[in-house]
């Protein structure tokens, strides 16, 4: 089923979403997906925030809990880390069978004090009595990084439903101005929350006590992304600044449901200083995965849609939308669409294989374009399935090539370990340049690894982009987390 480029995302009194915001003289930083905001500790380096949702916590199975790892110029540490989960002294709640915390996670600094902050998801928490109404937990940067002291509670307090699933997708970035009567005034990043159906925002109002959170108006923040002809699955989230203002704007990706369920669809939202001048970007074709980037370095960002639902391409795709260079944003049109079939890409597609299912982006060989690595978590190696495989295709004027494009998985020699039946690896992909050489290196993750332990491997980058040799392993034990069925790696954040 094909949907057109008719708007289907509303406000909550139904209304279309009125055009983006005129440009102002000064754009904000952490508008665009060049702006990594995952320093929790202020030194200057990325540190890594990873969820391990189905981890047993105090005999409870599938509560779930987080790591954050603190990088330097030695690069990602295994020992100067944190470990979190509900019954964390001081952290909200109490961990539950099937809560799932660490589900989805994102960062962003909201308070605007300089230290980046991490918003973890737990969609499967009940509240009042409501199976997987769902919450999050906002973990405040600091000196001395994440701590459980003070961390902030968030819910949809105004609609709590049973199965809504807040917090499935999170992202944060500069969506809108605390203040829209003074938008310019102390920016800082705002939160996007999915539901099943449903997309909140939220952030640290002007002149509030340090660490508080509130809710945009109810009347715009329910945002519902439901065809008229069909209802929608809200799946994942991502920002870039796709149109040249000093707002961050916001993919939302997902599935139809209904009649022709599986269909994958995105919609873009253009950020405004006011929540209710969110902008229209269109509607595009594919899902449920996205990522953003500058992929041709023309200075404004460009969306890549991860197409794996029904009626996608054998084996799953990739397409590349470019931005216009105006305040128009993204071309409706695709530049360049993907499959393990392109000439020069290696592999060949097969059905199952959800090549595009997870992606990331970031600069492997230090040309100054970022590279796009895809995920196929259900790839399979010989006659091993869903052992999963990762990609990586370099960045070009187009937007993407096929030159240098490169394959790993975990039969590779210099790659640890072995491709197993279901290990899932590339299930998440993260390119990451945790010592700020210019090279972005990976973190593939298998959440199956290990009957669901979960593991995440770290593949080099070089002047020729990312590298087996010299891959290094870690898990759960190592950071000194819950590791049987954990599924250590089901979520990292971009």
């Known amino acids: 089923m094909a949907l057109t480029a008719a708007t289907f995302l509303t406000l ?10 005129a440009q102002a003289d000064e754009p904000f930083p952490s508008i665009g997906w060049q702006q990594r ?48 989960n509900q019954n964390t002294s001081t952290v909200p709640g109490g961990a539950e069978a099937g809560d799932g915390l660490g589900r989805a996670v994102a960062s962003g600094d909201l308070d605007n004090d300089g230290y980046d902050d991490a918003i973890v998801g737990i969609p499967g928490e009940d509240l009042a009595g409501l199976s997987n109404a769902g919450g999050a937990i906002v973990f405040w940067g600091s000196p001395t990084g994440l701590h459980g002291t003070e961390s902030t509670w968030l819910e949809n307090s105004d609609e709590m439903r049973a199965g809504a699933n807040f917090g499935r997708a999170i992202e944060a970035a500069r969506f809108l101005a605390p ?35 509130k809710s945009a108006d109810k009347g715009v923040q329910a945002l519902d992304m439901a065809p008229a002809e069909d209802g929608f699955a809200l799946r994942s989230l991502s920002h870039g600044n796709y149109n040249e203002d000093p707002w961050a704007d916001l993919a939302i990706s997902g599935v139809t449901t209904g009649d022709q369920p599986g269909v994958g669809a995105t919609q873009v939202l253009h950020g405004a200083p006011d929540v209710e001048a969110l902008g229209d970007g269109g509607v595009f074709e594919g899902g449920p995965a996205v990522t953003s980037s500058d992929f041709n370095h023309d200075g404004q960002d460009d969306l890549a849609i991860g197409d794996t639902g029904v009626g996608s391409p054998v084996g799953g795709s990739v397409s590349v939308y470019l931005g216009k260079g105006d305040l128009s944003g993204l071309d409706p049109a695709p530049a360049q669409t993907w499959t393990q079939d392109s000439p020069g890409v290696p592999g060949s597609a097969e059905a199952g294989d959800l090549w595009g299912a997870e992606m990331s982006s970031g600069d492997t060989n230090g040309d100054g374009r970022p590279d796009l690595a895809i995920g196929a978590p ?20 187009g937007g993407l090539t ?25 299930g998440q992909v993260r390119l990451l ?13 298998a959440p199956g690894e290990n009957t ?14 990312l590298v087996a040799n010299g891959t290094w392993t870690y898990d759960g034990a190592r950071l000194g987390a819950p590791v049987a069925n954990a599924q250590f790696g089901a979520a990292i954040d971009e």
Do not use: M
Request: proline share 7%.
């Open 37 to 84: 905001n995952c320093d929790f500790d202020g030194n200057g380096f990325d540190d890594v925030l990873t969820g391990a949702p189905g981890a047993t916590v105090s005999g409870v199975s599938g509560a779930g809990s987080v790591t954050v790892q603190y990088s330097s110029s030695s690069g990602i540490s295994t020992t100067k880390k944190s470990v979190f």
């Open 179 to 213: 203040d829209p009567a003074d938008p310019y005034a102390n920016p800082r990043d705002s939160i996007a929350v999915l539901e099943n159906d449903t997309l909140l925002f939220f952030t640290v109002p002007p002149e509030a006590p340090a660490q508080t959170l």
């Open 433 to 445: 340049d945790a010592d700020k050489d210019g090279l972005f290196g990976l973190l593939a993750a």
């Open 378 to 397: 259900g790839e399979d190696i010989g006659s091993t399935s869903n052992a999963g495989a990762v990609w990586t295709l370099r960045g070009a004027p």
């Open 452 to 465: 669901n332990d979960g593991f995440v491997w770290v593949l080099p980058a070089s002047s020729s982009g």
């Open 12 to 21: 909550g009194g139904g209304a279309v979403i009125t055009a983006p915001a």
């Open 402 to 426: 096929a030159t240098g494009a490169r394959s790993f998985d975990q039969n590779h020699p210099d790659i640890p370990g072995v491709a197993e039946a279901s290990d899932r690896w590339g």
